[in-house]
């Protein structure tokens, strides 16, 4: 990809991909932060394919932790993003998960993020 755009990489790919990736400028670049869950990630390659997590469980240790990354990041980040029209479609999904699964997905994410610090 960058061999394509090789006359544009400081001045559109560097400050895109950045902005994408990080949500650092606030949405200057990208109209809402780049994060998804597994279902994006299966959907635009082929890494789920021979993974042992499950693409479609959000919780218990077989669960992609994309899942409860994803669903945990919009639930304690929405007073924040709640502000960009794009992300409401995201956050009536996130509505729609019950309470105690959102605990669960909120728990699992939380030791995920633990286990990564070490
Ligand atoms: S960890 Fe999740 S997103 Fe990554 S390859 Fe496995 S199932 Fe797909």
């Given at each position: 990809m960058l061999g394509i755009y090789i006359d544009a990489i400081q001045w559109v790919e560097m400050p895109n991909t950045r902005g994408m990736s990080q949500f650092a400028d606030g949405g200057?670049?990208?109209?809402?932060?780049?994060v998804s869950s597994d279902s994006y990630i299966n959907k635009m390659s082929n890494?789920?394919?021979?993974?042992?997590?499950?693409?479609?469980?959000?919780?218990?240790?077989?669960?992609?932790p994309f899942n409860s990354l994803y669903w945990n990041f919009l639930s304690e980040k929405r007073e924040y993003l709640k502000?960009?029209?794009?992300?409401n479609m995201m956050f009536s999904l996130l509505d729609k998960i019950p309470p105690k699964e959102l605990a669960e997905i909120k728990s699992r994410a939380k030791t995920i993020i633990k286990s990564s610090k070490k």
């Open positions: 200057l670049l990208a109209t809402k932060p780049y890494y789920c394919r021979e993974c042992p997590y499950d693409v479609k469980k959000r919780i218990g240790d077989e669960a992609c502000q960009i029209p794009r992300m």
